[in-house]
T-cell receptor, first 114, second 113 residues
Framework: AQSVTQLGSHVSVSEGALVLLRCNYSSSVPPYLFWYVQYPNQGLQLLLKYTSAATLVKGINGFEAEFKKSETSFHLTKPSAHMSDAAEYFCAVSDLTSGSRLTFGEGTQLTVNP | EPEVTQTPSHQVTQMGQEVILRCVPISNHLYFYWYRQILGQKVEFLVSFYNNEISEKSEIFDDQFSVERPDGSNFTLKIRSTKLEDSAMYFC???????????FGSGTRLTVV
């Protein structure tokens, strides 16, 4: 079974500050990991994915995440927050078996203060 | 950029009625999914579909739910007799292959009254 834990349901940063959203996973097989962003009343947009290639993954909008197997983590970072980054962020894991499901974390609501 | 298209964007139905939620996945994608998100909660897996059959379903996906790919382009989720607790945002997703990302549609907000 696989699971995802996102530490902090709400994170608040100042504009220009570092964004760090935490994600830890549990998987019995090598995982594929994803970060999605959801803006109010919209769908889920893929930010980035880890699929067993480079451990540091760069995504859209200046976000990146690093896969750390020893820590079972896949934290999302952005060096400098922008007001437009305010949204809900979901970490998700899949083990990529043939019909595999994405298992989502609870989500982290990011607020960016001016 | 190819998109997953879902219709309608919002549907209101009376308890006990049947609803069909429609999705058009990306044309060269092979794997199809339905997820739901109850207001304020996390996104939950319902069902995955590959090679014209269900490949996995969650405990949520009971006998009142069914999926179909009737014509090679549409992918539908039917709820036979809706309950108040079925009110949620329903997302369709598709992916091309096993190492591909999942592309989600914008969702259908289902309100059962």
């Amino acid at each position: 079974a696989q699971s995802v834990t996102q530490l902090g349901s709400h994170v608040s940063v100042s504009e220009g500050a570092l964004v760090l959203l935490r994600c830890n996973y549990s998987s019995s097989v090598p995982p594929y990991l994803f970060w999605y962003v959801q803006y109010p009343n919209q769908g889920l947009q893929l930010l980035l994915k880890y699929t067993s290639a480079a451990t540091l993954v760069k995504g859209i909008n200046g976000f990146e995440a690093e896969f750390k197997k020893s820590e079972t983590s896949f934290h999302l970072t952005k060096p400098s927050a922008h007001m437009s980054d305010a949204a809900e962020y979901f970490c998700a894991v899949s083990d990529l078996t043939s019909g595999s499901r994405l298992t989502f974390g609870e989500g982290t609501q990011l607020t960016v203060n001016p | 950029e190819p998109e997953v298209t879902q219709t309608p964007s919002h549907q209101v139905t009376q308890m006990g009625q049947e609803v069909i939620l429609r999705c058009v996945p990306i044309s060269n994608h092979l794997y199809f999914y339905w997820y739901r998100q109850i207001l304020g909660q996390k996104v939950e897996f319902l069902v995955s579909f590959y090679n014209n059959e269900i490949s996995e379903k969650s405990e949520i996906f009971d006998d009142q739910f069914s999926v179909e790919r009737p014509d090679g382009s549409n992918f539908t989720l039917k709820i036979r007799s809706t309950k108040l607790e079925d009110s949620a945002m329903y997302f369709c997703a598709s992916r091309q292959g096993r190492s591909s990302g999942y592309t989600f549609g914008s969702g259908t907000r289902l309100t059962v009254v």
